[in-house]
T-cell receptor, first 115, second 115 residues
Framework: AQSVAQPEDQVNVAEGNPLTVKCTYS??????LFWYVQYPNRGLQFLLK??????LVKGSYGFEAEFNKSQTSFHLKKPSALVSDSALYFC?????????????FGSGTRLQVQP | EAGVAQSPRYKIIEKRQSVAFWCNPI?????LYWYQQILGQGPKLLIQ????????DSQLPKDRFSAERLKGVDSTLKIQPAKLEDSAVYLC?????????????FGPGTRLLVL
């Protein structure tokens, strides 16, 4: 079975500082990994995804994520945080070997960027 | 292009009542998903449609939940009778096809409160 762990319920960072939101996954085959962001009273917005190839993936709003197969991680990063980045972030995985197309999500990490 | 549309945005009902949610996916998207997001958790799949056929309903509580997508476009999700534990946000998502690489795009969700 596939699963995703987001070990931090909340991450606090000062505006202008780099941020990292952690994600580890467990799959039986090759993973397809996604990051979504959720603002209050809104649905999930797609940020970026890893399918294959370069381990560093660049996405929307200056975010990037690094796929590390040996550590089964896909941490979300941004060089310089903005107050407007404050939101709930979800990591999700899809495992081709399961045959399921639905995403399996982590429990989410709340990012708080202080001015 | 227009995103995934959902209505209503909010609904409050008494337990044992019935409720229905509506979703209109992005134009041309053949695959439609319904997810349930309980407060403090990541979304969990309820049902997946490919055109008007059900692909995955393994996690749908079929004694009380039902869903349909009659013409392969709009979809409705119904709960009858509702229980207190059904209080959650119901998210609709769509994608062009079923490829493992494809991104799912989410609507704003319907927030249900069962009293």
């Amino acid at each position: 079975a596939q699963s995703v762990a987001q070990p931090e319920d909340q991450v606090n960072v000062a505006e202008g500082n780099p941020l990292t939101v952690k994600c580890t996954y467990s799959v039986s085959g090759n993973p397809y990994l996604f990051w979504y962001v959720q603002y209050p009273n809104r649905g999930l917005q797609f940020l970026l995804k890893y399918i294959t190839g370069d381990n560093l993936v660049k996405g929307s709003y200056g975010f990037e994520a690094e796929f590390n197969k040996s550590q089964t991680s896909f941490h979300l990063k941004k060089p310089s945080a903005l107050v407007s980045d404050s939101a709930l972030y979800f990591c999700a995985v899809r495992d081709k070997d399961t045959g399921r197309r639905a995403l399996t999500f982590g429990s989410g990490t709340r990012l708080q960027v202080q001015p | 292009e227009a995103g995934v549309a959902q209505s209503p945005r909010y609904k409050i009902i008494e337990k044992r009542q019935s409720v229905a949610f509506w979703c209109n996916p992005i134009s041309g998207h053949a695959t439609l998903y319904w997810y349930q997001q309980i407060l403090g958790q990541g979304p969990k799949l309820l049902i997946q449609f490919q055109n008007n056929g059900v692909v995955d309903d393994s996690q749908l509580p079929k004694d009380r939940f039902s869903a349909e997508r009659l013409k392969g476009v709009d979809s409705t999700l119904k709960i009858q009778p509702a229980k207190l534990e059904d209080s959650a946000v119901y998210l609709c998502a769509s994608s062009w096809g079923q490829s493992y690489q494809e991104t799912q795009y989410f609507g704003p969700g319907t927030r249900l409160l069962v009293l």
